[in-house]
């Protein structure tokens, strides 16, 4: 588990990188209405190949990208989560959401099939 002042990530993945951002220029985590969230792992092209050794690529392989899924619950502190929206690969809103329950939901790519997630908190 991981506190990140109002957020706390808890990752059921062996390896994950998790970003929450505000979008805003000046915006803060704290205080925008909208987050982003991204949520990455492992990711090679379908095909591609090292050596042995894993130091040298041996062929750059090609689209589509493969991503390893992360899963993970995110739990908001302080603040009501109202919605959480999925992003297509270009950052475009989808009409496909996730339930939010006592300001906490669960993230899986490989049923979501993205990486990326719009937060919606209400206006406090």
Same mark, same amino acid.
Do not use: W
């Given at each position: 588990?991981?506190?990140?002042?109002?957020?706390? $990530?808890?990752?059921?993945?062996?390896? +994950?990188?998790?970003?929450?951002?505000?979008?805003?220029? !000046?915006?803060? $985590?704290?205080?925008?209405?909208?987050?982003?969230?991204?949520?990455?792992?492992? +990711?090679?092209?379908?095909?591609?190949?090292?050596?042995?050794?894993? !130091?040298?690529?041996?062929?750059?392989?090609?689209?589509?990208?493969?991503?390893?899924?992360?899963?993970?619950?995110?739990?908001?502190?302080?603040?009501?989560?109202?919605?959480?929206?999925?992003?297509?690969? !270009?950052?475009?809103?989808?009409?496909?959401?996730?339930? @939010?329950?006592?300001?906490?939901?669960?993230? !899986?790519?490989? #049923?979501? #099939?993205?990486?990326?997630?719009?937060? @919606?908190? +209400? #206006?406090?």
């Amino acid at each position: 588990m991981c506190r990140l002042g109002t957020v706390t $990530i808890t990752p059921q993945s062996h390896f +994950a990188a998790l970003y929450v951002t505000a979008p805003e220029p !000046d915006g803060t $985590i704290a205080a925008s209405r909208r987050l982003l969230l991204t949520a990455l792992a492992r +990711a090679r092209n379908t095909g591609m190949k090292f050596s042995v050794s894993g !130091d040298e690529l041996l062929d750059k392989g090609r689209g589509p990208v493969l991503l390893e899924p992360v899963k993970a619950t995110i739990a908001f502190a302080g603040r009501s989560l109202t919605e959480v929206r999925l992003l297509d690969h !270009d950052g475009r809103r989808t009409e496909k959401t996730l339930p @939010v329950a006592n300001g906490q939901f669960t993230l !899986d790519g490989a #049923r979501d #099939r993205t990486p990326y997630y719009e937060l @919606v908190l +209400a #206006r406090e």
